[in-house]
């Protein structure tokens, strides 16, 4: 009998308790790493397409958000694994490019907000001068913002801004989103279209007009793109065959999507720049 199992056919679950996959995030995450692999099975258990795709593609998705020490729990923010056909691609978010910008100490600044059509004056690109009067009301679910704006301060002094309409942005979305979706967004634009566009005019920002280090270039070159497979987890051979066995047999479980709050999804951001240390308005510490 043959010993060697293809990991892509065993449930995540299943797939985080070998040596093998332990041992590579570990390798990474040292003495973090039995949280973070929990982690992934809860990314998995919110989202019930993950557990239909190649697996293994879940594990190597997470394995980049790992090597960039960024949390994969989606209600976070920071990566995001998603569905695309049959493989799983990790998706960085707003979080995880301010995050990765945060700890190059050269961001003295760095905010996103969406911008209300109550708000919103003036934009000119030339000048970079945007004219709006924030309003602090609560806003109601079908209230759509008409822009987003980016900005960034560093700390020898230089300055960018950027904004995009709302059409910019879900333009955007339905040219270069593989997974969110055409007319209408699906994935994780759908389930949290705020945060996904605050994502998408941060990181034009940063990758044109902001210094990258090597974890911002390495954190753009697998958005949203498939993980090349690592030939060392193609197959393992477990000291336990039958608890394999059985894992592979076995009648796949019920997913079922935990409950998770709207409001544990939406970004935290605030109009008021002075209001409260926020996660994506920093001085420039590293965190």
Do not use: C
């Not at 190649?54 to 980049?64: E, G, K, P």
């Not at 704006?149 to 995009?164: C, H, I, P, Q, R």
């Not at 007319?183 to 945060?195: C, M, Q, R, S, T």
């Amino acid at each position: 009998m043959n010993n060697q199992y293809d990991l892509a056919k065993m449930p995540v679950k299943k797939l985080i308790e070998t040596d093998a996959i332990k041992n590579k995030f570990a390798a990474v995450l040292d003495k973090r790493a039995p949280q973070f692999l929990s982690s992934i099975a809860s990314a998995v258990s919110l989202n019930p397409s993950l557990a239909r795709v190649d697996q293994l593609s879940v594990i190597n998705s997470a394995m980049v958000a790992a090597t960039l020490d960024l949390p994969v729990n989606p209600s976070l923010g920071f990566v995001y694994i998603v569905p695309y056909k049959n493989q799983a691609q990790p998706q960085i978010g707003y979080k995880g490019y301010i995050q990765l910008a945060q700890r190059s100490g050269r961001y003295k600044r760095l905010t996103a907000l969406p911008i209300y059509e109550d708000e919103f004056k003036s934009w000119n690109p030339l000048t970079e001068e945007l004219e709006y009067t924030p309003n602090f009301h609560d806003r109601k679910a079908s209230e759509k913002p008409v822009g987003y704006a980016a900005s960034f301060k560093l700390t020898n002094g230089f300055e960018k801004m950027v904004y995009w309409t709302y059409q910019q942005v879900d333009d955007h979305r339905k040219r270069f989103s593989k997974s969110g979706g055409g007319a209408g967004p699906k994935g994780v634009w759908k389930d949290n279209y705020e945060a996904m566009a605050l994502k998408t005019v941060i990181k034009s920002l940063l990758t044109k007009w902001g210094p990258m280090t090597t974890d911002m270039q390495s954190a753009v070159s697998a958005d949203e793109k498939p993980v090349e497979a690592d030939p060392e987890l193609k197959d393992v051979t477990p000291e336990d065959p039958n608890s394999i066995e059985d894992a592979l047999n076995a009648p796949a479980e019920p997913v079922t999507k935990s409950e998770v709050k709207p409001d544990a999804l939406k970004p935290d951001i605030t109009h008021d720049p002075n209001a409260g240390k926020q996660t994506d308005i920093f001085d420039g510490q590293q965190g």
